[in-house]
């Protein structure tokens, strides 16, 4: 039951969030990495184990595109960023 509703939150923000705030830095080995702008981005973590290339792709495809699944001791951690709002 608990999967349910996680996915249904996420399939509710991915619906909402279509235009992500997010930025590419480039790293010291020259490759690029999205790195979101903070003040408009969620974490969802589903806790258990985690597999990085799973976590990532599910996260993408369960959220958004330019959202990202990272691991971390708590499980798979998917961050997602809102548009910021227009002044």
Do not use: F, W
Request: net charge negative.
């Amino acid at each position: 039951m608990q999967i349910c509703v996680l996915l249904l939150a996420l399939a509710l923000v991915a619906h909402c969030s279509d235009m992500m705030a997010t930025k590419v830095v480039m790293e010291d080995d020259g490759s690029s990495v999205i790195r979101p702008q903070q003040d408009y981005c969620k974490t969802i973590v589903t806790p258990g184990p985690c597999d990085p290339v799973s976590c990532n792709t599910n996260c993408r495809k369960q959220v958004a595109l330019n959202a990202a699944g990272t691991c971390s001791s708590d499980g798979c951690e998917c961050t997602y960023c809102l548009e910021p709002p227009r002044n």
